[in-house]
């Protein structure tokens, strides 16, 4: 067997990561599908090339995955908690990245991994993707997760706010997070709380003028503030 010369030995070194065992041992515990697992260890690998905000494209080259389909984990992750996008300003430009923060948090700190997601909270993605026609960017993912998370939202008082944004005709991220921070502001915790503060908000409102509207029915979204 040919020996390693000093300089093939130095460069197979330098082409070495770190990949925590916990990681390997424990990824089912997190939800985490094996394909995914390979997402995560080619961000890790990007980030400590230098590249902490690699394409999906990009990932895809070293894997057998589509772009799409290396789009689609990303959100998948962002949805499990396990992956983020950070914003860091530097001369006035403003860069994002990746960054694996949580994923090692739940790795190493046992007490706080959560319990398997909720079906309530799971679903919560899949209504607002449908309520919006397409698939949600990773930011509105992320703006979600810090609802629950964060703000301590319950995921039935997040989806009353997207009925209710839908009732006003208003559907978009910026309305929802209004009504869940005036909420908030008042005191309100639950949705029966929410649907009794809306039937106020609603009898108020002055009477307005008939105007074409999308030919969405939001008879569903009246109605929510009837349900029991």
Sequence with gaps: MKKLTSISYQQMMKDQINIPAKLLRNYLQLGLTETEVIVLLQLHCFYI?????????EIAHFTTLTDQECSQILRKLIQKDLLTIDQI??????????????????????????????EETHNIFILFEQEFGRPLSPFEIETINIWIDEDEQQPSLIKAALREAVLMGKLNFKYIDRILR??????????????????????????????????????????WLDEE
């Design 89 to 118: 300003k530097e001369q006035n430009v403003l860069d994002e990245y990746y960054t694996l923060d949580k994923l090692w948090s739940k790795l190493y700190e046992p007490k706080q991994v959560k319990q398997e997601t909720s």
């Design 182 to 223: 005036e909420w908030k502001k008042k005191g309100i915790h639950s949705v029966e709380q929410a649907r009794t503060h809306s039937k106020a908000f609603h009898s108020n409102q002055k009477p307005r003028e008939t105007r074409q509207e999308s030919n969405r029915d939001v008879s569903l979204y009246y109605n």
């Design 49 to 57: 090339e230098g590249n902490s905000f690699p394409t999906p494209s």
